[in-house]
């Protein structure tokens, strides 16, 4: 896949720009842009795999994964327009998952009320649910009309929309309702927001960062099935602008294990269940994410189709082994460099020589 894009949404103060600046700040500077009122920010995934295979194999281009971080700014609801999520759907419709940031910090919120972070994570999700209702609705409404006039053909999306608005209309998710094969065909060009993936980011104090207080959010999380990841942004974009020596000190100081945007980042790959593969040589290292299951030829597709197209066969070892032994041909004397075929699922951290026929 391109650059992993997730996209940041939270009430107004919750500090969803202060989070996006703990992400994409460097020490160097911001690595940002401008769409519109909302700003980008494509960042390298941390990788020591892939930083030893460059040291091991000195190539002239070096290449991680990139993730890109979107500050979502939601315009207020409009009369006659719905919700503000409605508003932007076809743009937020681009986001491989949500951040949901949430304010665990200060003692007022944008209403001027405690925050309640379980509250506001609540009415973000549904919000999300209440957009993809109305474009349900305004197809259903549709498929009745052309039925009226005689135009058969959309039974089976009729009714596949119908369970759809039965599960929002309960403030549910989609993503938690089971879809066969065909419902999702049938559904897939709605790009519907709530069926996409979650993380919610507790953004707290600098004196709670052990997440003190937050059990309200968890168990809220818990119940929608989403994970929380806490951080105190203002802190984290303070040290992200750090060079590596002094970032690590300042990070052992507070007894924070890792910055905000490599944990951020672990969290956005297990939600959405993806993996590296590695391509090595002396022209070029590189990390390629897929999907955890992803067969062979479609990996071998994600650095040309025509390698999907003519794949032949995949030449995979471990990275650990290669890292360890240092060369393909050691690889190959201690059997632990494989000759694998269009059935082999690819694991994380395998370095792939594919084989194919232009």
Same mark, same amino acid.
């Given at each position: ?197 979650? %993380?919610?980011? /507790?953004?707290? !104090? @600098?004196?709670?960062? #052990?997440?003190?207080?937050?059990? $309200?959010? =968890? ?22 602008? %750090?060079?590596? /020596?002094?970032? !690590? @000190?300042?990070?052992? #100081?507070?007894?924070?294990?890792? $910055?905000? =945007? ?97």
């Amino acid at each position: 896949m391109p650059s992993l894009s997730l996209f940041l949404v939270g009430a107004p103060r919750a500090g969803k720009t202060a989070v996006f600046d703990a992400l994409t700040n460097t020490p160097q500077g911001p690595h940002c842009a401008a769409k519109g009122a909302h700003r980008l920010g494509t960042v390298k995934v941390p990788d020591a795999r892939l930083e030893a295979l460059r040291d091991l194999h000195q190539p002239k281009k070096f290449t991680p994964a990139e993730v890109t971080f979107v500050d979502v700014a939601l315009p207020p609801p409009a009369a006659g327009q719905g919700n503000s999520f409605s508003q932007l759907q076809a743009f937020l419709a681009d986001a491989d998952a949500f951040a949901a940031v949430v304010q665990a910090f200060g003692e007022m919120d944008y209403a001027g009320q405690p925050p309640e972070p379980a509250r506001q994570l609540e009415s973000l999700l549904l919000e999300l649910a209440v957009a993809d209702l109305e474009k349900v609705e305004k197809r259903i409404a549709k498929i009745d009309q052309d039925a009226q006039r005689g135009l058969k053909g959309n039974e089976l999306e009729r009714a596949v929309l119908d369970r759809c608005r039965q599960q929002l209309e309960a403030g549910q998710a989609l993503r938690d309702l089971g879809f066969t094969a065909e419902e999702e065909k049938r559904i897939s060009s709605f790009r519907f927001l709530s069926q996409k993936r979650v %993380l919610v980011v /507790a953004n707290v !104090a @600098e004196q709670h960062l #052990d997440g003190a207080g937050l059990d $309200p959010l =968890r168990a809220a999380a818990g119940a929608h099935h989403l994970e929380v990841l806490t951080f105190c942004a203002p802190l984290e974009a303070e040290i992200a602008t %750090l060079d590596a /020596a002094a970032q !690590a @000190e300042f990070l052992r #100081d507070y007894g924070i294990t890792e $910055p905000a =945007r490599t944990r951020l980042i672990r969290g956005a790959y297990h939600l959405l269940d993806l993996v590296s593969f590695f391509t090595v040589g002396p022209d070029e290292v590189r990390a390629w994410t897929i999907r955890r299951g992803t067969f062979a030829p479609q990996a071998a597709g994600k650095v040309h189709t025509d390698m999907e197209r003519g794949f032949i066969r995949a030449e995979v070892v471990p990275c650990a082994d290669l890292l360890q032994l240092k060369t393909h041909a050691a690889c190959r004397e201690q059997h632990k460099l494989r000759l694998e075929g269009k059935t082999y699922v690819v694991q994380d951290g395998d370095v792939i020589d594919f084989r194919f026929s232009a």
